[in-house]
């Protein structure tokens, strides 16, 4: 059984999984996608419980990805930066306003290009490798009692990985606990006043190809007025975990995004917000009186 057990456990640990994907990725190039797929498939099956680091320590690893993005926006300024060169030594002459709005583009996509890649390289290298400074911690800390009096990340991310542990629903890469909820950021349940969702289609037409994109994504407002979106990948997991908050947070709004109630809220004045935590309050007092077990 102890072999078995030891067996279960062999995996790629950090930093070493990224080690070994970004071997493969300069061995390989494009035919180290499957095999890098593969190991990630195995690290999965090897940690049933949950990744060994915790979950919001993976998400925060996870935001590595941002490179790739910084990769693209470093091209882009590249080619701007190209065109810019040899626009320069070109003879002018003949040039209408047009040729000077198109350098006027390229100046900008090589400045903006390259202040993107800064800042996406930048967040990712800083989240994963300093998750006490990552935008995942800040979120955390802000919904404490006393932000300025929040335990080390370690213990911050604990409190939100056991609970996850214990009672976690897995909704695509949305988790919901009793107490805290993991998606692109991280919301605390108590402090929920309202749950938007949006599934909306859009089409654009570009000649005679036609490109359709699905929006899914579930919008939660807390008690400081800030709303938060995450992305979802299938109109079934936006559905479960609209049902699951609803047993969890049934005094909160739950409505469409762009909805009435949804720009009620989001607009709300001073006074209007008072009002409304009032009726919040007053719904969960009556929730709470008419729930099991509320009479003796």
Not at 95 to 107: F, H, N, Q, V
Not at 149 to 162: I, Q, R, S, T
Not at 256 to 267: F, L, Q, T
């Amino acid at each position: 059984m102890e072999r078995d057990k030891a067996k279960k456990r062999m995996y790629l640990k950090w930093p070493w999984n990224l080690v070994v994907y970004v071997l493969l990725v300069v061995l390989l190039r494009i035919f180290a996608i499957p095999v890098i797929l593969l190991l990630m498939w195995w690290n999965k099956k090897q940690q049933p419980d949950g990744p060994a680091e915790g979950y919001c320590l993976q998400r925060t690893r996870g935001r590595l990805i941002l490179l790739v993005w910084a990769a693209v926006a470093l091209l882009m300024a590249a080619a701007g930066a190209a065109y810019l060169t040899l626009s320069w030594t070109v003879d002018k002459t003949g040039w209408d306003y047009m040729e000077y709005i198109k350098l006027a583009a390229a100046g900008l996509l090589a400045v903006g290009g390259l202040l993107v890649a800064g800042y996406l390289a930048y967040t990712g290298l800083r989240d994963a490798f300093c998750p006490e400074k990552s935008q995942l911690a800040r979120s955390i800390r802000q919904q404490l009692p006393y932000p300025e009096e929040a335990p080390p990340v370690n213990e911050l991310f604990a409190m939100v990985d056991d609970d996850l542990c214990r009672n976690g629903q897995w909704f695509g890469r949305l988790a919901v606990g009793h107490e805290w909820i993991l998606g692109d950021e991280v919301s605390y349940i108590p402090r929920i006043r309202g749950v938007f969702w949006r599934d909306e289609t859009r089409t654009r037409r570009s000649g005679n190809r036609v490109t359709t994109t699905r929006i899914l994504q579930l919008w939660i407002l807390d008690d400081r007025r800030q709303c938060r979106p995450t992305d979802l990948r299938q109109p079934k997991e936006l559905q479960a975990a609209l049902d699951c908050l609803r047993q969890r947070i049934p005094a909160a709004v739950f409505a469409k995004y762009d909805s009435r109630e949804y720009n009620d809220c989001i607009h709300a004045d001073e006074q209007q917000w008072y009002f409304m935590e009032r009726e919040f309050e007053h719904r969960k007092e009556q929730l709470g009186q008419n729930a099991p077990g509320s009479r003796r």
